[in-house]
């Protein structure tokens, strides 16, 4: 049933309008958009797992989905989506129980891209960094209650589900 939930969310969010946003014949647009997120990513730490998967560029769009998981039981979901306006690219959340946020993008490199917000609550940045071919640190950072706060998920490469 949550996955079902969660397949209608991901195709109801890539139908949304996006005002401004630059359309790319293919992908050529999207030269610098981080294909090296593409794929299915892991974190072990203890009893918890986080995976997140993220699809592959199409028209200057990313959709990816995080889930973590703890003891059996659901602890927490996102849906992501990373597209491309004419000011850069957005990379766009919608965590479970709290309100969509958006976040710009600030520095892109061929291995790293960084996303800001600094009038959101927590986090005010989002970082991804590529770290050879099976390894990604994704970053969280800010300022919660007048403290700076940061938390890293280290990322593994791992086989996606359903494939053979």
């Known amino acids: 049933m949550r996955m079902t939930v969660c397949a209608l969310t991901i195709l109801m969010l890539a139908s949304l309008p996006r005002g401004g946003v630059a359309q790319a014949v293919g992908d050529e647009a999207s030269s610098i958009m981080p294909h090296w997120l593409a794929g299915c990513w892991e974190m072990r730490a203890g009893g918890l797992v986080t995976e997140e998967h993220w699809m592959a ?90 403290q700076p706060r940061e938390v890293q998920f280290p990322y593994r490469r791992v086989p996606c589900p359903g494939r053979g």
């Open 57 to 146: 560029v199409r028209s200057g769009t990313m959709l990816g989905m995080s889930r973590t998981v703890r003891g059996g039981d659901l602890a927490g979901y996102e849906l992501l989506l990373l597209h491309e306006e004419e000011s850069g690219w957005v990379y766009e959340a919608h965590p479970s129980g709290q309100p969509t946020a958006g976040f710009r993008s600030s520095a892109i490199t061929d291995t790293s891209i960084v996303f800001s917000n600094p009038d959101h609550d927590f986090p005010q940045t989002i970082a991804y960094i590529r770290i050879g071919s099976d390894s990604l640190l994704a970053r969280i950072a800010g300022e919660q209650g007048g």
